[in-house]
Each structure stands twice: as C-alpha cells, then as structure tokens.
C-alpha cells in the first residue's frame, strides 16, 4: 500500500459540473472559521467550537497539507473535503480495512443540492487516479442521516457499527478496483 501522504500535493484543480476542488487559500478563513463555529454542521461531531477560539487559532491559509480540498462554487468556499490517513486521527480505526479516511463539511446553506455527493465524488476519482485499489473509509453517526445516505450514494459498504463518543456510529469501506464511472461522478452515484 502506498501510503496518501506521499501523494504529489496539490493537484491541478479538479472541476466538475458546478465545483471546483482546490488547495486552500487565505480567502477560505472565514469560511474555515464558519464550518467549525457553526451548531448545525458540527451537531454530530461534538457541537461548535468557540468562535473566539478559531479566530485565534485558524491558520491564514487553513487545511493547507495533502488530501485536503476546498470547494468552490462560483468563487465562493462552501465546503471542505479531507482525504486523510486516519491512523492519526482519534477514535476508532481499522487500518486493516483502509488507510485513508474520507472527511467533509459543508455549509448549511449549500446542504440540499447534491455538492457533497458531487464533491466527494470528484474526490474520489482523483484518489482512484493517484492510488488505484486503495480502500477509503468513511466513519459518522448512524443518527446523521445525511452522511448515512452520502455514504450509500457514495458506494460505501459498511464494514461495522459501534458506540463511541456516546452514539452510535457507522464504519464502512470504498474500494475501487477500475476508475469511478463516468462524468466524474463516482461510484453509485
């Protein structure tokens, strides 16, 4: 297996139908800022974090390191997605499964009109191009029916269900062998 972070960093842009995925930019701050400060994105991920705290600690240029990608739609940041190698990450991991995690957040405003389904796509098909047969995992909470369908348009499988973090959460697995379907839209989608 080769390992996520070893991948060349940053890609070209990858552009889909109305999106943009890009390395970060000091014009993302503030929507960084949003993404973490905001109750309704971070209900399932532990509630907000203080806004004060993030204008302190929110680098100029936030994410900036591999796998991670800001979307873009018309020039403005309504989201993130992390491709990361979740062995550094807290909680439960199965590197036995994948390596690397799948991770986003977008903003409310942008939830209803299929962008993360279409961004994390796109970002599949750009691991699948960089590390063909490589699994990618997903980790949420069954009560976030969102991410539970993403995840099922997604084509992720679930590999298990378990209690952390007082909830119930969802373990599933991507893998794809020959590159996501045609139109940069990914399996399942």
């Given at each position: 297996?080769?390992?996520?972070?070893?991948l060349?960093?940053?890609?070209?842009?990858?552009?889909t139908?109305?999106?943009?995925?890009r390395?970060s930019?000091?014009?993302?701050?503030?929507a960084?800022?949003?993404?973490?400060?905001s109750?309704?994105?971070?209900?399932?991920?532990g509630?907000?974090?203080?806004?004060?705290?993030?204008?302190?600690?929110?680098?100029?240029?936030?994410?900036?390191r591999?796998?991670?990608?800001?979307i873009?739609?018309?020039?403005?940041?309504?989201?993130?997605?992390?491709?990361?190698?979740h062995?550094?990450?807290p909680?439960?991991?199965?590197?036995?499964?994948?390596?690397?995690?799948?991770?986003?957040?977008?903003?409310?405003?942008?939830w209803?009109?299929?962008?993360?389904?279409?961004?994390?796509?796109?970002?599949?098909d750009?691991?699948t191009?960089?590390?063909?047969?490589?699994?990618?995992?997903l980790?949420?909470?069954?009560?976030?029916?969102?991410?539970?369908?993403?995840a099922?348009?997604?084509?992720?499988t679930?590999?298990?269900?378990?209690?952390?973090?007082?909830a119930?959460?969802?373990?599933?697995?991507w893998?794809?062998?020959?590159?996501p379907?045609?139109?940069?839209y990914?399996?399942?989608?």
């Amino acid at each position: 297996m080769t390992d996520p972070r070893a991948l060349a960093w940053p890609p070209a842009p990858i552009k889909t139908e109305r999106l943009v995925l890009r390395e970060s930019e000091p014009r993302d701050r503030a929507a960084a800022i949003e993404l973490n400060a905001s109750p309704e994105v971070n209900t399932y991920l532990g509630g907000p974090r203080p806004r004060a705290e993030l204008e302190r600690t929110v680098p100029e240029v936030p994410g900036r390191r591999p796998g991670f990608f800001v979307i873009d739609l018309d020039g403005a940041t309504i989201g993130t997605i992390m491709l990361d190698p979740h062995a550094e990450r807290p909680g439960h991991i199965r590197p036995d499964v994948g390596k690397t995690e799948l991770a986003y957040l977008f903003l409310p405003q942008a939830w209803g009109y299929g962008y993360a389904t279409e961004a994390c796509a796109a970002a599949l098909d750009w691991f699948t191009a960089a590390l063909p047969g490589e699994a990618v995992v997903l980790r949420t909470q069954t009560a976030n029916e969102r991410s539970m369908r993403l995840a099922a348009k997604l084509g992720f499988t679930e590999v298990e269900r378990y209690e952390e973090y007082g909830a119930e959460q969802w373990f599933g697995v991507w893998t794809s062998v020959t590159p996501p379907s045609a139109g940069g839209y990914g399996a399942g989608s």
